[in-house]
């Protein structure tokens, strides 16, 4: 008689956000996320025990210059100081005088810009964050951990890791992947990345999904890429819970995020037990 087989492990995909070192809590990283260097090692653990049993890897990548609307470099202060990090600004703020953009040109589009945002579904106010992720630095670079994990995945699968880089327009910002949090008539890039959610909307089996920081980039895209599936294919998705952090004071986001992932249907759970799901049986 012969013996029984093991049944194939199914198709696996895995989404990145952001696994860069400005992100991760090592010395030099401009916007450290509590936890995410240890979230960023899991993570290159479980691209190495899964192998090949990944059959797509999209790693997105926050890509920005020195200057844009949520620098520092962007505004001033009513006597024409400087804004500090972490500094929350409002359309009412503007209009009263408190804070205006340093380019005067700029000033009826920042007038616009934080009206759209503050109207908008997630009702976002404009956060002034460190300037992080400049594009071609140490900073924008992945984690090196899960660097070495893309590479010998591509090594040994025969397959490319898809790079998506966002945030690059300078006069909006943008959390999630899929779009910017403003798109801009100007500018096709800020409207829906259709590439990106095709190809994981429309990816036949698991995803999981990584990065940081969960309450903001991971959560935007996730979120913005959930609304694009039918509840059968979020059944397909996993939150990897050890491989993402919130940034500290946005802990309500991440635990938002979670319970709504939750709520259609998602699964949460940590990369080792996630593992199992992409092992023969």
Known sequence: ??????????????????PQND????????????????????????????????????VTLDSHAVYGIERPAFWQTAEGGPVAPFTQITAQQVRDGAYAPRNKLLAEHVRFYLAELEASPKQYRLMVWPTHC????????????????????????LRVVEKVLKGRNPLTE???????????????????NHVLVDRIVGFGGLTFIAGEASSHCVAATAEDLLGAMTPERRAEVVLLRDCMS???GFEG??????????????RVMGAAQALALVQPS
């Open 1 to 18: 008689m012969p013996a029984a087989s093991s049944a194939a492990p199914p198709t696996a995909q895995l989404l990145i956000v952001d």
């Open 23 to 58: 992100f991760c809590d090592i010395p030099g990283a401009a916007l450290p996320v509590t936890g995410a260097n240890a979230d960023l090692l899991r993570l290159a653990e479980f691209i190495n025990g899964a192998g090949q049993r990944l059959t797509d890897i999209v």
């Open 134 to 157: 400049v594009t071609g630095t140490w900073g924008h670079n992945i984690h090196s951990a899960v660097s070495d994990a893309l590479a010998a995945w591509e090594t040994n699968a």
């Open 174 to 192: 943008q959390y999630s992947a899929v779009r910017a949090e403003v798109p801009l008539p100007d500018d096709p890039a800020t409207g829906i």
């Open 246 to 248: 919130p940034v500290v």
């Open 253 to 266: 986001g991440e635990q938002g995020f979670l319970e709504r992932a939750a709520a259609l249907g998602v």
